[in-house]
């Protein structure tokens, strides 16, 4: 397998790479695993000491389970897998706390942390308005956990798709219909000579709009490759995709090393 990253975006966390020389069910293991196994810390209790706003408790313990919050995977453990087995110490929970009085909008950058390393990725998400006389005061218990207990604690949007094998059959009669026929604007007009633009090749997603452009039939042949896969990680903030990434790798060898202990068994 070979790897090449071809977009990298720290702001918006996006990263893309191209994996090669590999098959469907190996890319589709390690998509899974980051979704489902990869953890990330999100909100799981919360004790309410005065909410008299417009929403009732439940619906606001929904708003901040949804948060997402910037996690120091190094320095938490899995409630299941810590040394207090899941009684709750310092290493395996953070409490959060809020206390506001309207009128006020109350933002996810409101709530304190007793932790810097871990608080809201984003401080503008709403989570209540509060009128003249409302209040709200909670505390908050925000704990590891895995996308496959809860969608809360999934790293990102994860996605893949079949690296895409274009040729020019031969040049159309319309150049500049043909360029205009691609949504993601994979084609050029050099000189009035129709190509395929290699720097955008990667942003074609198979929707063969060219190949039924009227009039031009025969001019391109598209076909996806079956292993050679454009790989993408959105992240939604918590972790970086490389921690993201890093994390998936080392769940795969740890599900290895189990399967093989099992084996000698
Ligand atoms: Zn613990």
């Known amino acids: ?6 977009e990298q975006n720290k702001k918006d966390g996006k990263t893309k790479f191209i994996l090669s020389k590999t098959t469907p069910a190996y890319v589709n ?10 953890p990330t810390m999100a909100i799981e209790d919360i004790e309410f000491r005065q909410n008299n706003s417009v929403l009732y408790d439940e619906m606001i313990a929904l708003r901040l389970g949804l948060i997402p919050l910037t996690t120091d995977i190094k320095a938490y453990n899995l409630p299941s897998k810590c040394s207090c087995s899941g009684a709750g110490c ?12 309207g009128p006020k909008t109350v933002y996810s950058g409101d709530i304190k942390s007793k932790d810097p390393k871990v608080k809201p ?63 993601k604007s994979v084609f ?7 190509g395929i633009n290699e720097k955008r090749i990667n942003n074609c997603d198979l929707c063969e709009s060219c190949l039924h452009v009227p009039g031009e039939d025969g001019v391109m042949e598209v076909k996806a490759d079956e292993s050679e896969f454009i790989f993408t990680i959105e992240s939604w903030g918590q972790l970086s995709p490389k921690e993201i990434i890093e994390k998936a790798v080392e769940t795969f060898d740890e599900k290895l090393e189990e399967f093989k202990g099992l084996l000698k068994e």
């Open 1 to 6: 397998m070979e790897v090449e990253i071809i």
């Open 90 to 101: 310092a290493r395996c929970q953070l409490k959060l706390t809020l206390k506001v009085s």
């Open 121 to 183: 990725v984003y401080d503008k998400i709403i989570i209540v308005k509060l009128l003249e006389g409302q209040s709200l005061e909670f505390e908050a218990t925000a704990v590891l956990g895995v996308g496959k207990e809860h969608a809360k604690w999934a790293p990102g949007h994860i996605y893949f798709q079949n690296a895409p094998k274009l040729k020019v059959l031969h040049q159309p009669e319309d150049v500049q219909k043909m360029v205009a026929s691609c949504p």
């Open 29 to 38: 293991t390690i998509r899974r695993i980051i979704v489902a196994e990869v």
């Open 188 to 194: 050029e007009n050099k000189a009035g000579k129709f």
